[in-house]
């Protein structure tokens, strides 16, 4: 009896290691594709954004479309959408928006507003397509925020 106890134990303990072992082989990933198409080629490495159109654009409620540049010039970065959601935390310490692009096709904007650990007011905002090699991400400057463009890589790891 002791033996038939030692082999079940032997079976259940090698029914695990094998199990896992077949799982860890079979994980795979995608290795970076740098030849996607870029969106973004013909505008700036940095656009600069006023905290105002951003506060506009985190003023849309679902379903509605918006036509804005998302430039403080008012017309290096055409946007044009509709809103898919929105997120409001009820304290107040968040907002965010996510608006699907009709002019960049499978494109989203995200923009968060928020209060960090010290309580101060922040954005952020990543303007993101799965299908293409660039993408904009909102960064605090000096002067305010402005869009930095980035390879999709830098933001995203597959």
Request: hydrophobic share 35%; charged share 25%; glycine share 4%.
């Given at each position: 009896?002791?033996?038939?106890r030692?082999?079940?134990?032997?079976?259940?303990?090698?029914?695990?290691?094998?199990?896992?072992?077949?799982?860890?082989?079979?994980?795979?990933?995608?290795?970076p594709?740098?030849?996607?198409?870029?969106?973004?080629?013909a505008?700036?490495?940095?656009?600069?954004?006023?905290?105002?159109?951003?506060?506009?654009?985190?003023?849309?409620?679902?379903?509605?479309?918006?036509?804005?540049?998302?430039?403080?010039?008012?017309?290096?970065?055409?946007?044009?959408?509709?809103?898919?959601?929105?997120?409001?935390?009820?304290?107040?310490?968040?907002?965010?928006?996510?608006?699907?692009?009709?002019?960049?096709?499978?494109?989203?904007?995200?923009?968060?507003?928020?209060?960090?650990?010290?309580?101060?007011?922040?954005?952020?905002?990543?303007?993101?397509?799965?299908?293409?090699?660039?993408?904009?991400?909102?960064?605090?400057?000096?002067?305010?925020?402005?869009?930095?463009?980035?390879?999709?890589?830098?933001?995203?790891?597959?």
């Amino acid at each position: 009896m002791k033996n038939l106890r030692i082999c079940f134990l032997f079976a259940i303990i090698a029914n695990f290691y094998f199990s896992f072992n077949v799982n860890a082989q079979n994980a795979t990933y995608r290795e970076p594709d740098y030849n996607k198409p870029r969106f973004f080629d013909a505008y700036p490495n940095e656009i600069k954004i006023s905290t105002t159109i951003l506060d506009e654009l985190l003023a849309s409620r679902p379903d509605q479309t918006i036509s804005k540049s998302l430039s403080s010039d008012n017309n290096t970065l055409p946007f044009q959408g509709k809103v898919l959601s929105e997120v409001n935390r009820e304290d107040g310490s968040l907002r965010r928006i996510m608006i699907k692009s009709t002019n960049y096709p499978e494109a989203t904007l995200t923009i968060w507003k928020f209060l960090d650990t010290q309580g101060i007011l922040r954005y952020k905002a990543r303007i993101l397509s799965f299908t293409h090699g660039d993408a904009y991400e909102l960064e605090k400057i000096a002067s305010g925020y402005a869009f930095i463009k980035k390879g999709f890589y830098d933001i995203i790891n597959e």
